[in-house]
């Protein structure tokens, strides 16, 4: 049970629920007693409590009174995993520019039942300890940070980010990093340093809309991957494909895929790395998620398993603590020259007191801090998202099992039209993300993604059920 980031009973939390996966504790089985387990393993009876009790939030286990707790029975037997998606033959022109900004104009409205955008509730990343050091650096050095900084960045924040990027193996200098507006401009330069207008990129299916967007606006075209709901993109299909047409780049997420979730082991990302490295097309990989993971140990991006020689790492601060501050930033390897050059072209550089303000956050340690809540936080919301799910959808809904991140996949009968199902919500005060957008042919119509960004509310629980009902009534008509 050493794991030194980790409170206890979080320890003792993770090792129940990974006996539970093993099957060394049963649906339905009783867990040793409360007293049995402090001796056990020399804790006291509040920690040993704890643990059970959040177990018991995220619907691992339940409590019966005067009898102890068992292994949730239901939550073994839950909704089945949403259909792997097949490849396609034909790249994609990609028209989405209209939906996403369809979508984002009602996820945007607040009083609606926040299930449409994935952007976490203010409220909940309780960033107040940022926003203070913003603010005293903007009243200390307003006048020296008001001015245009190096195209790189503020060298501070840059420093701080190599020294995260030690944790998972890999070595970066401060000079081998550019600060950008978020994570949608560092993919923005990494697609246009690789490729040019009427190329064709390999990317997974589903995908996050913003990247879609962004192939849009660049006249990129997109061949759109076999992916798995757990373990990511099909490496023998990406493989066939370079085997048999001209792509520039491959675009995929590092860990925790939006909206499917799903992580690629580690050694089918060593694998593609290969295949990449053999066709000699790089890869572009989207680590916003990669922070927010439920597991002992943070997912690996494909950056430290090569070093950087293929690779273009983009990744941000708006999933996790401050999407105003808009601070993401990008990697570039051997193509940095080329990132600089459309980063001068394209916005010069970026706001300086953020910067300052996030170099100064990270060295305080407080953000490790903010990260072990708000990974318990976004795991018990989808916990009980998926609860709700499983509580008011048709019987035959299928959703995925996210081990980070906030957002959850559902794939609904192929009666049910996620469109009209999306206008019907609106006239409930609910919204949230309708499958189509997530794909460059515009598949994916009976399926859709939640956002469990937000604080767990009876609003939000209600919402929920609401949509299961509606969701009912198309099926059965």
């Known amino acids: 049970m050493d794991h030194p980031t980790a409170h206890r009973y979080e320890q003792l939390a993770d090792l129940i629920t990974g006996m539970i996966e093993k099957g060394t504790l049963a649906p ?43 292994v949730n029975a239901a939550h073994a037997t839950s909704f089945a995993l949403p259909s792997a998606s097949r490849g396609r033959s034909k790249p994609s022109t990609v028209s989405i520019g209209g939906a996403v900004a369809h979508l984002l104009e009602y996820a945007s409205n607040t009083s609606l039942v926040p299930l449409g955008c994935a952007v976490p509730d203010a409220a909940l990343l309780q960033a107040a300890k940022l926003d203070r050091t913003l603010s005293r650096l903007a009243r200390t050095q307003g006048g020296d940070a008001n001015i245009y900084s190096a ?9 701080a980010l190599a020294q995260r990027a030690m944790r998972v193996g890999h070595a970066l200098s401060a000079d081998d990093i550019l600060i950008t507006c978020g994570c949608t401009e560092a993919l923005a330069l990494a697609l246009s340093a690789v490729a040019q207008r009427g190329d064709a990129v390999a990317i997974e299916s589903p995908t996050y809309f913003g990247l879609l967007h962004t192939l849009e606006a660049l006249g990129l075209k ?66 916003t998620y990669g922070e927010l993971h439920f597991g002992r140990e943070r997912p690996r991006p494909f950056i430290a398993l090569d070093g950087g020689a293929n ?24 193509h940095m020259a080329r990132v600089i050059e459309r980063k001068l072209a394209f916005s010069l550089c970026g706001a300086v007191l953020p910067q300052r303000a996030l170099a100064e956050f990270l060295a305080t340690g407080a953000y490790d801090t903010h990260l072990r809540r708000v990974r318990r936080i976004f795991q018990d919301n989808l916990a009980r998202m998926t609860r709700a799910v499983e509580a008011s959808f048709p019987v035959d809904t299928k959703a995925s099992r996210p081990e980070g991140g906030f957002v959850l996949w559902l794939e609904l009968s192929r009666k049910i039209d996620t469109r009209a199902l999306f206008d019907a919500a609106l006239e409930h005060g609910i919204c949230f993300a309708p499958g189509d957008v997530f794909s460059a042919s515009r598949r994916f119509r009976h399926c859709l993604r939640l956002s469990a960004g937000y604080s767990w509310t009876p609003q939000i629980e209600s919402g929920v059920h609401t949509l299961g009902r509606l969701a009912r009534e198309m099926s059965s008509d």
């Open 222 to 287: 997109a061949f759109e991957m076999p992916t798995s709901p757990t373990a990511g993109i099909d490496v023998a299909a990406l493989s066939r494909l370079l085997d048999a047409e001209t792509i520039s780049a491959c675009v995929l997420s590092s860990s925790f895929n939006n909206p499917l979730g799903s992580t690629m082991p580690e050694a089918n990302k060593r694998a593609l790395l290969d295949v990449l490295q053999a066709h000699d097309v790089p890869l572009i990989e989207d680590d």
């Open 28 to 70: 339905g089985e009783r867990l040793p007693s409360l007293r049995a387990v402090c001796e056990q393993h020399r804790i006291s009876l509040s920690t040993a409590l704890q643990a059970y009790r959040l177990l018991e939030q995220r619907g691992v286990l339940i409590a019966r009174p005067q009898s102890g707790f068992y």
């Open 311 to 334: 690779t273009l790492y983009c990744s941000s601060f708006s999933k996790s603590i401050a999407p105003g501050y808009r601070v993401g930033w990008i990697a570039g390897g051997r």
């Open 151 to 159: 195209p790189r960045g503020e060298r501070s924040l840059r420093q």
